[in-house]
C-alpha cells in the first residue's frame, strides 16, 4: 500500500512541474522569436532578390544566410532545431512566440504600404489666390 501511495505521490509532483519553464538548453523565447523573425526576413528577400538572378542556387543562399543569422545571434542552427522542436511541442509557450512574430509582420506590412504621399496631407495655402 506504501509503494502505491509513494508511486501516487511522486506522478502527482511530476505532474505539477512548471511546464512552462524553458530548460537550459533551449534558446529563450525572446531570443527564439528574434531568431525566427530573421530567418523569415531572410526567406523573403532570397525568394524576391536572389530568385532573379538564375546563376545562383535558392537552397545554398538561404543555408548562407541562415548560416549568417545563428552566428549574429551566437548560437547554432542544431541549438536553433533543439529549440524548435521544444517549442512545437510545446504550443502554450510557443503560441505567444508566433501571435508576436505575425502581429509585427502585420505592423510592417501595414506601415509599408502606407501612402507615401506627403502632397496630398499638405494643408491648403490659407491665404485665398485672385487672378
Not at 510592417?108 to 485672385?130: G, H, N, Y
Amino acid at each position: 500500500m506504501i509503494k502505491y501511495f509513494l508511486s501516487a505521490l511522486i506522478i502527482f509532483a511530476v505532474s505539477c512541474t512548471n511546464d512552462k519553464k524553458v530548460p537550459d538548453d533551449v534558446i529563450p523565447p525572446a531570443k527564439m522569436e528574434k531568431i525566427m523573425w530573421q530567418l523569415l526576413q531572410s526567406d523573403d528577400f532570397v525568394g524576391i532578390y536572389v530568385g532573379r538572378d538564375s546563376s545562383l542556387d535558392l537552397t545554398k543562399e538561404r543555408l548562407i544566410r541562415y548560416r549568417q543569422i545563428f552566428d549574429l545571434n551566437k548560437t547554432t542552427r542544431e541549438a536553433f532545431q533543439r529549440s524548435y522542436k521544444f517549442y512545437t511541442a510545446h504550443p502554450d509557450i510557443s503560441k505567444v512566440m508566433f501571435d508576436s512574430i505575425g502581429a509585427r509582420a502585420t505592423r510592417e506590412r501595414t506601415e509599408e504600404f502606407k501612402p507615401r504621399d506627403t502632397t496630398l496631407q499638405k494643408k491648403k495655402d490659407s491665404i485665398p489666390v485672385t487672378n
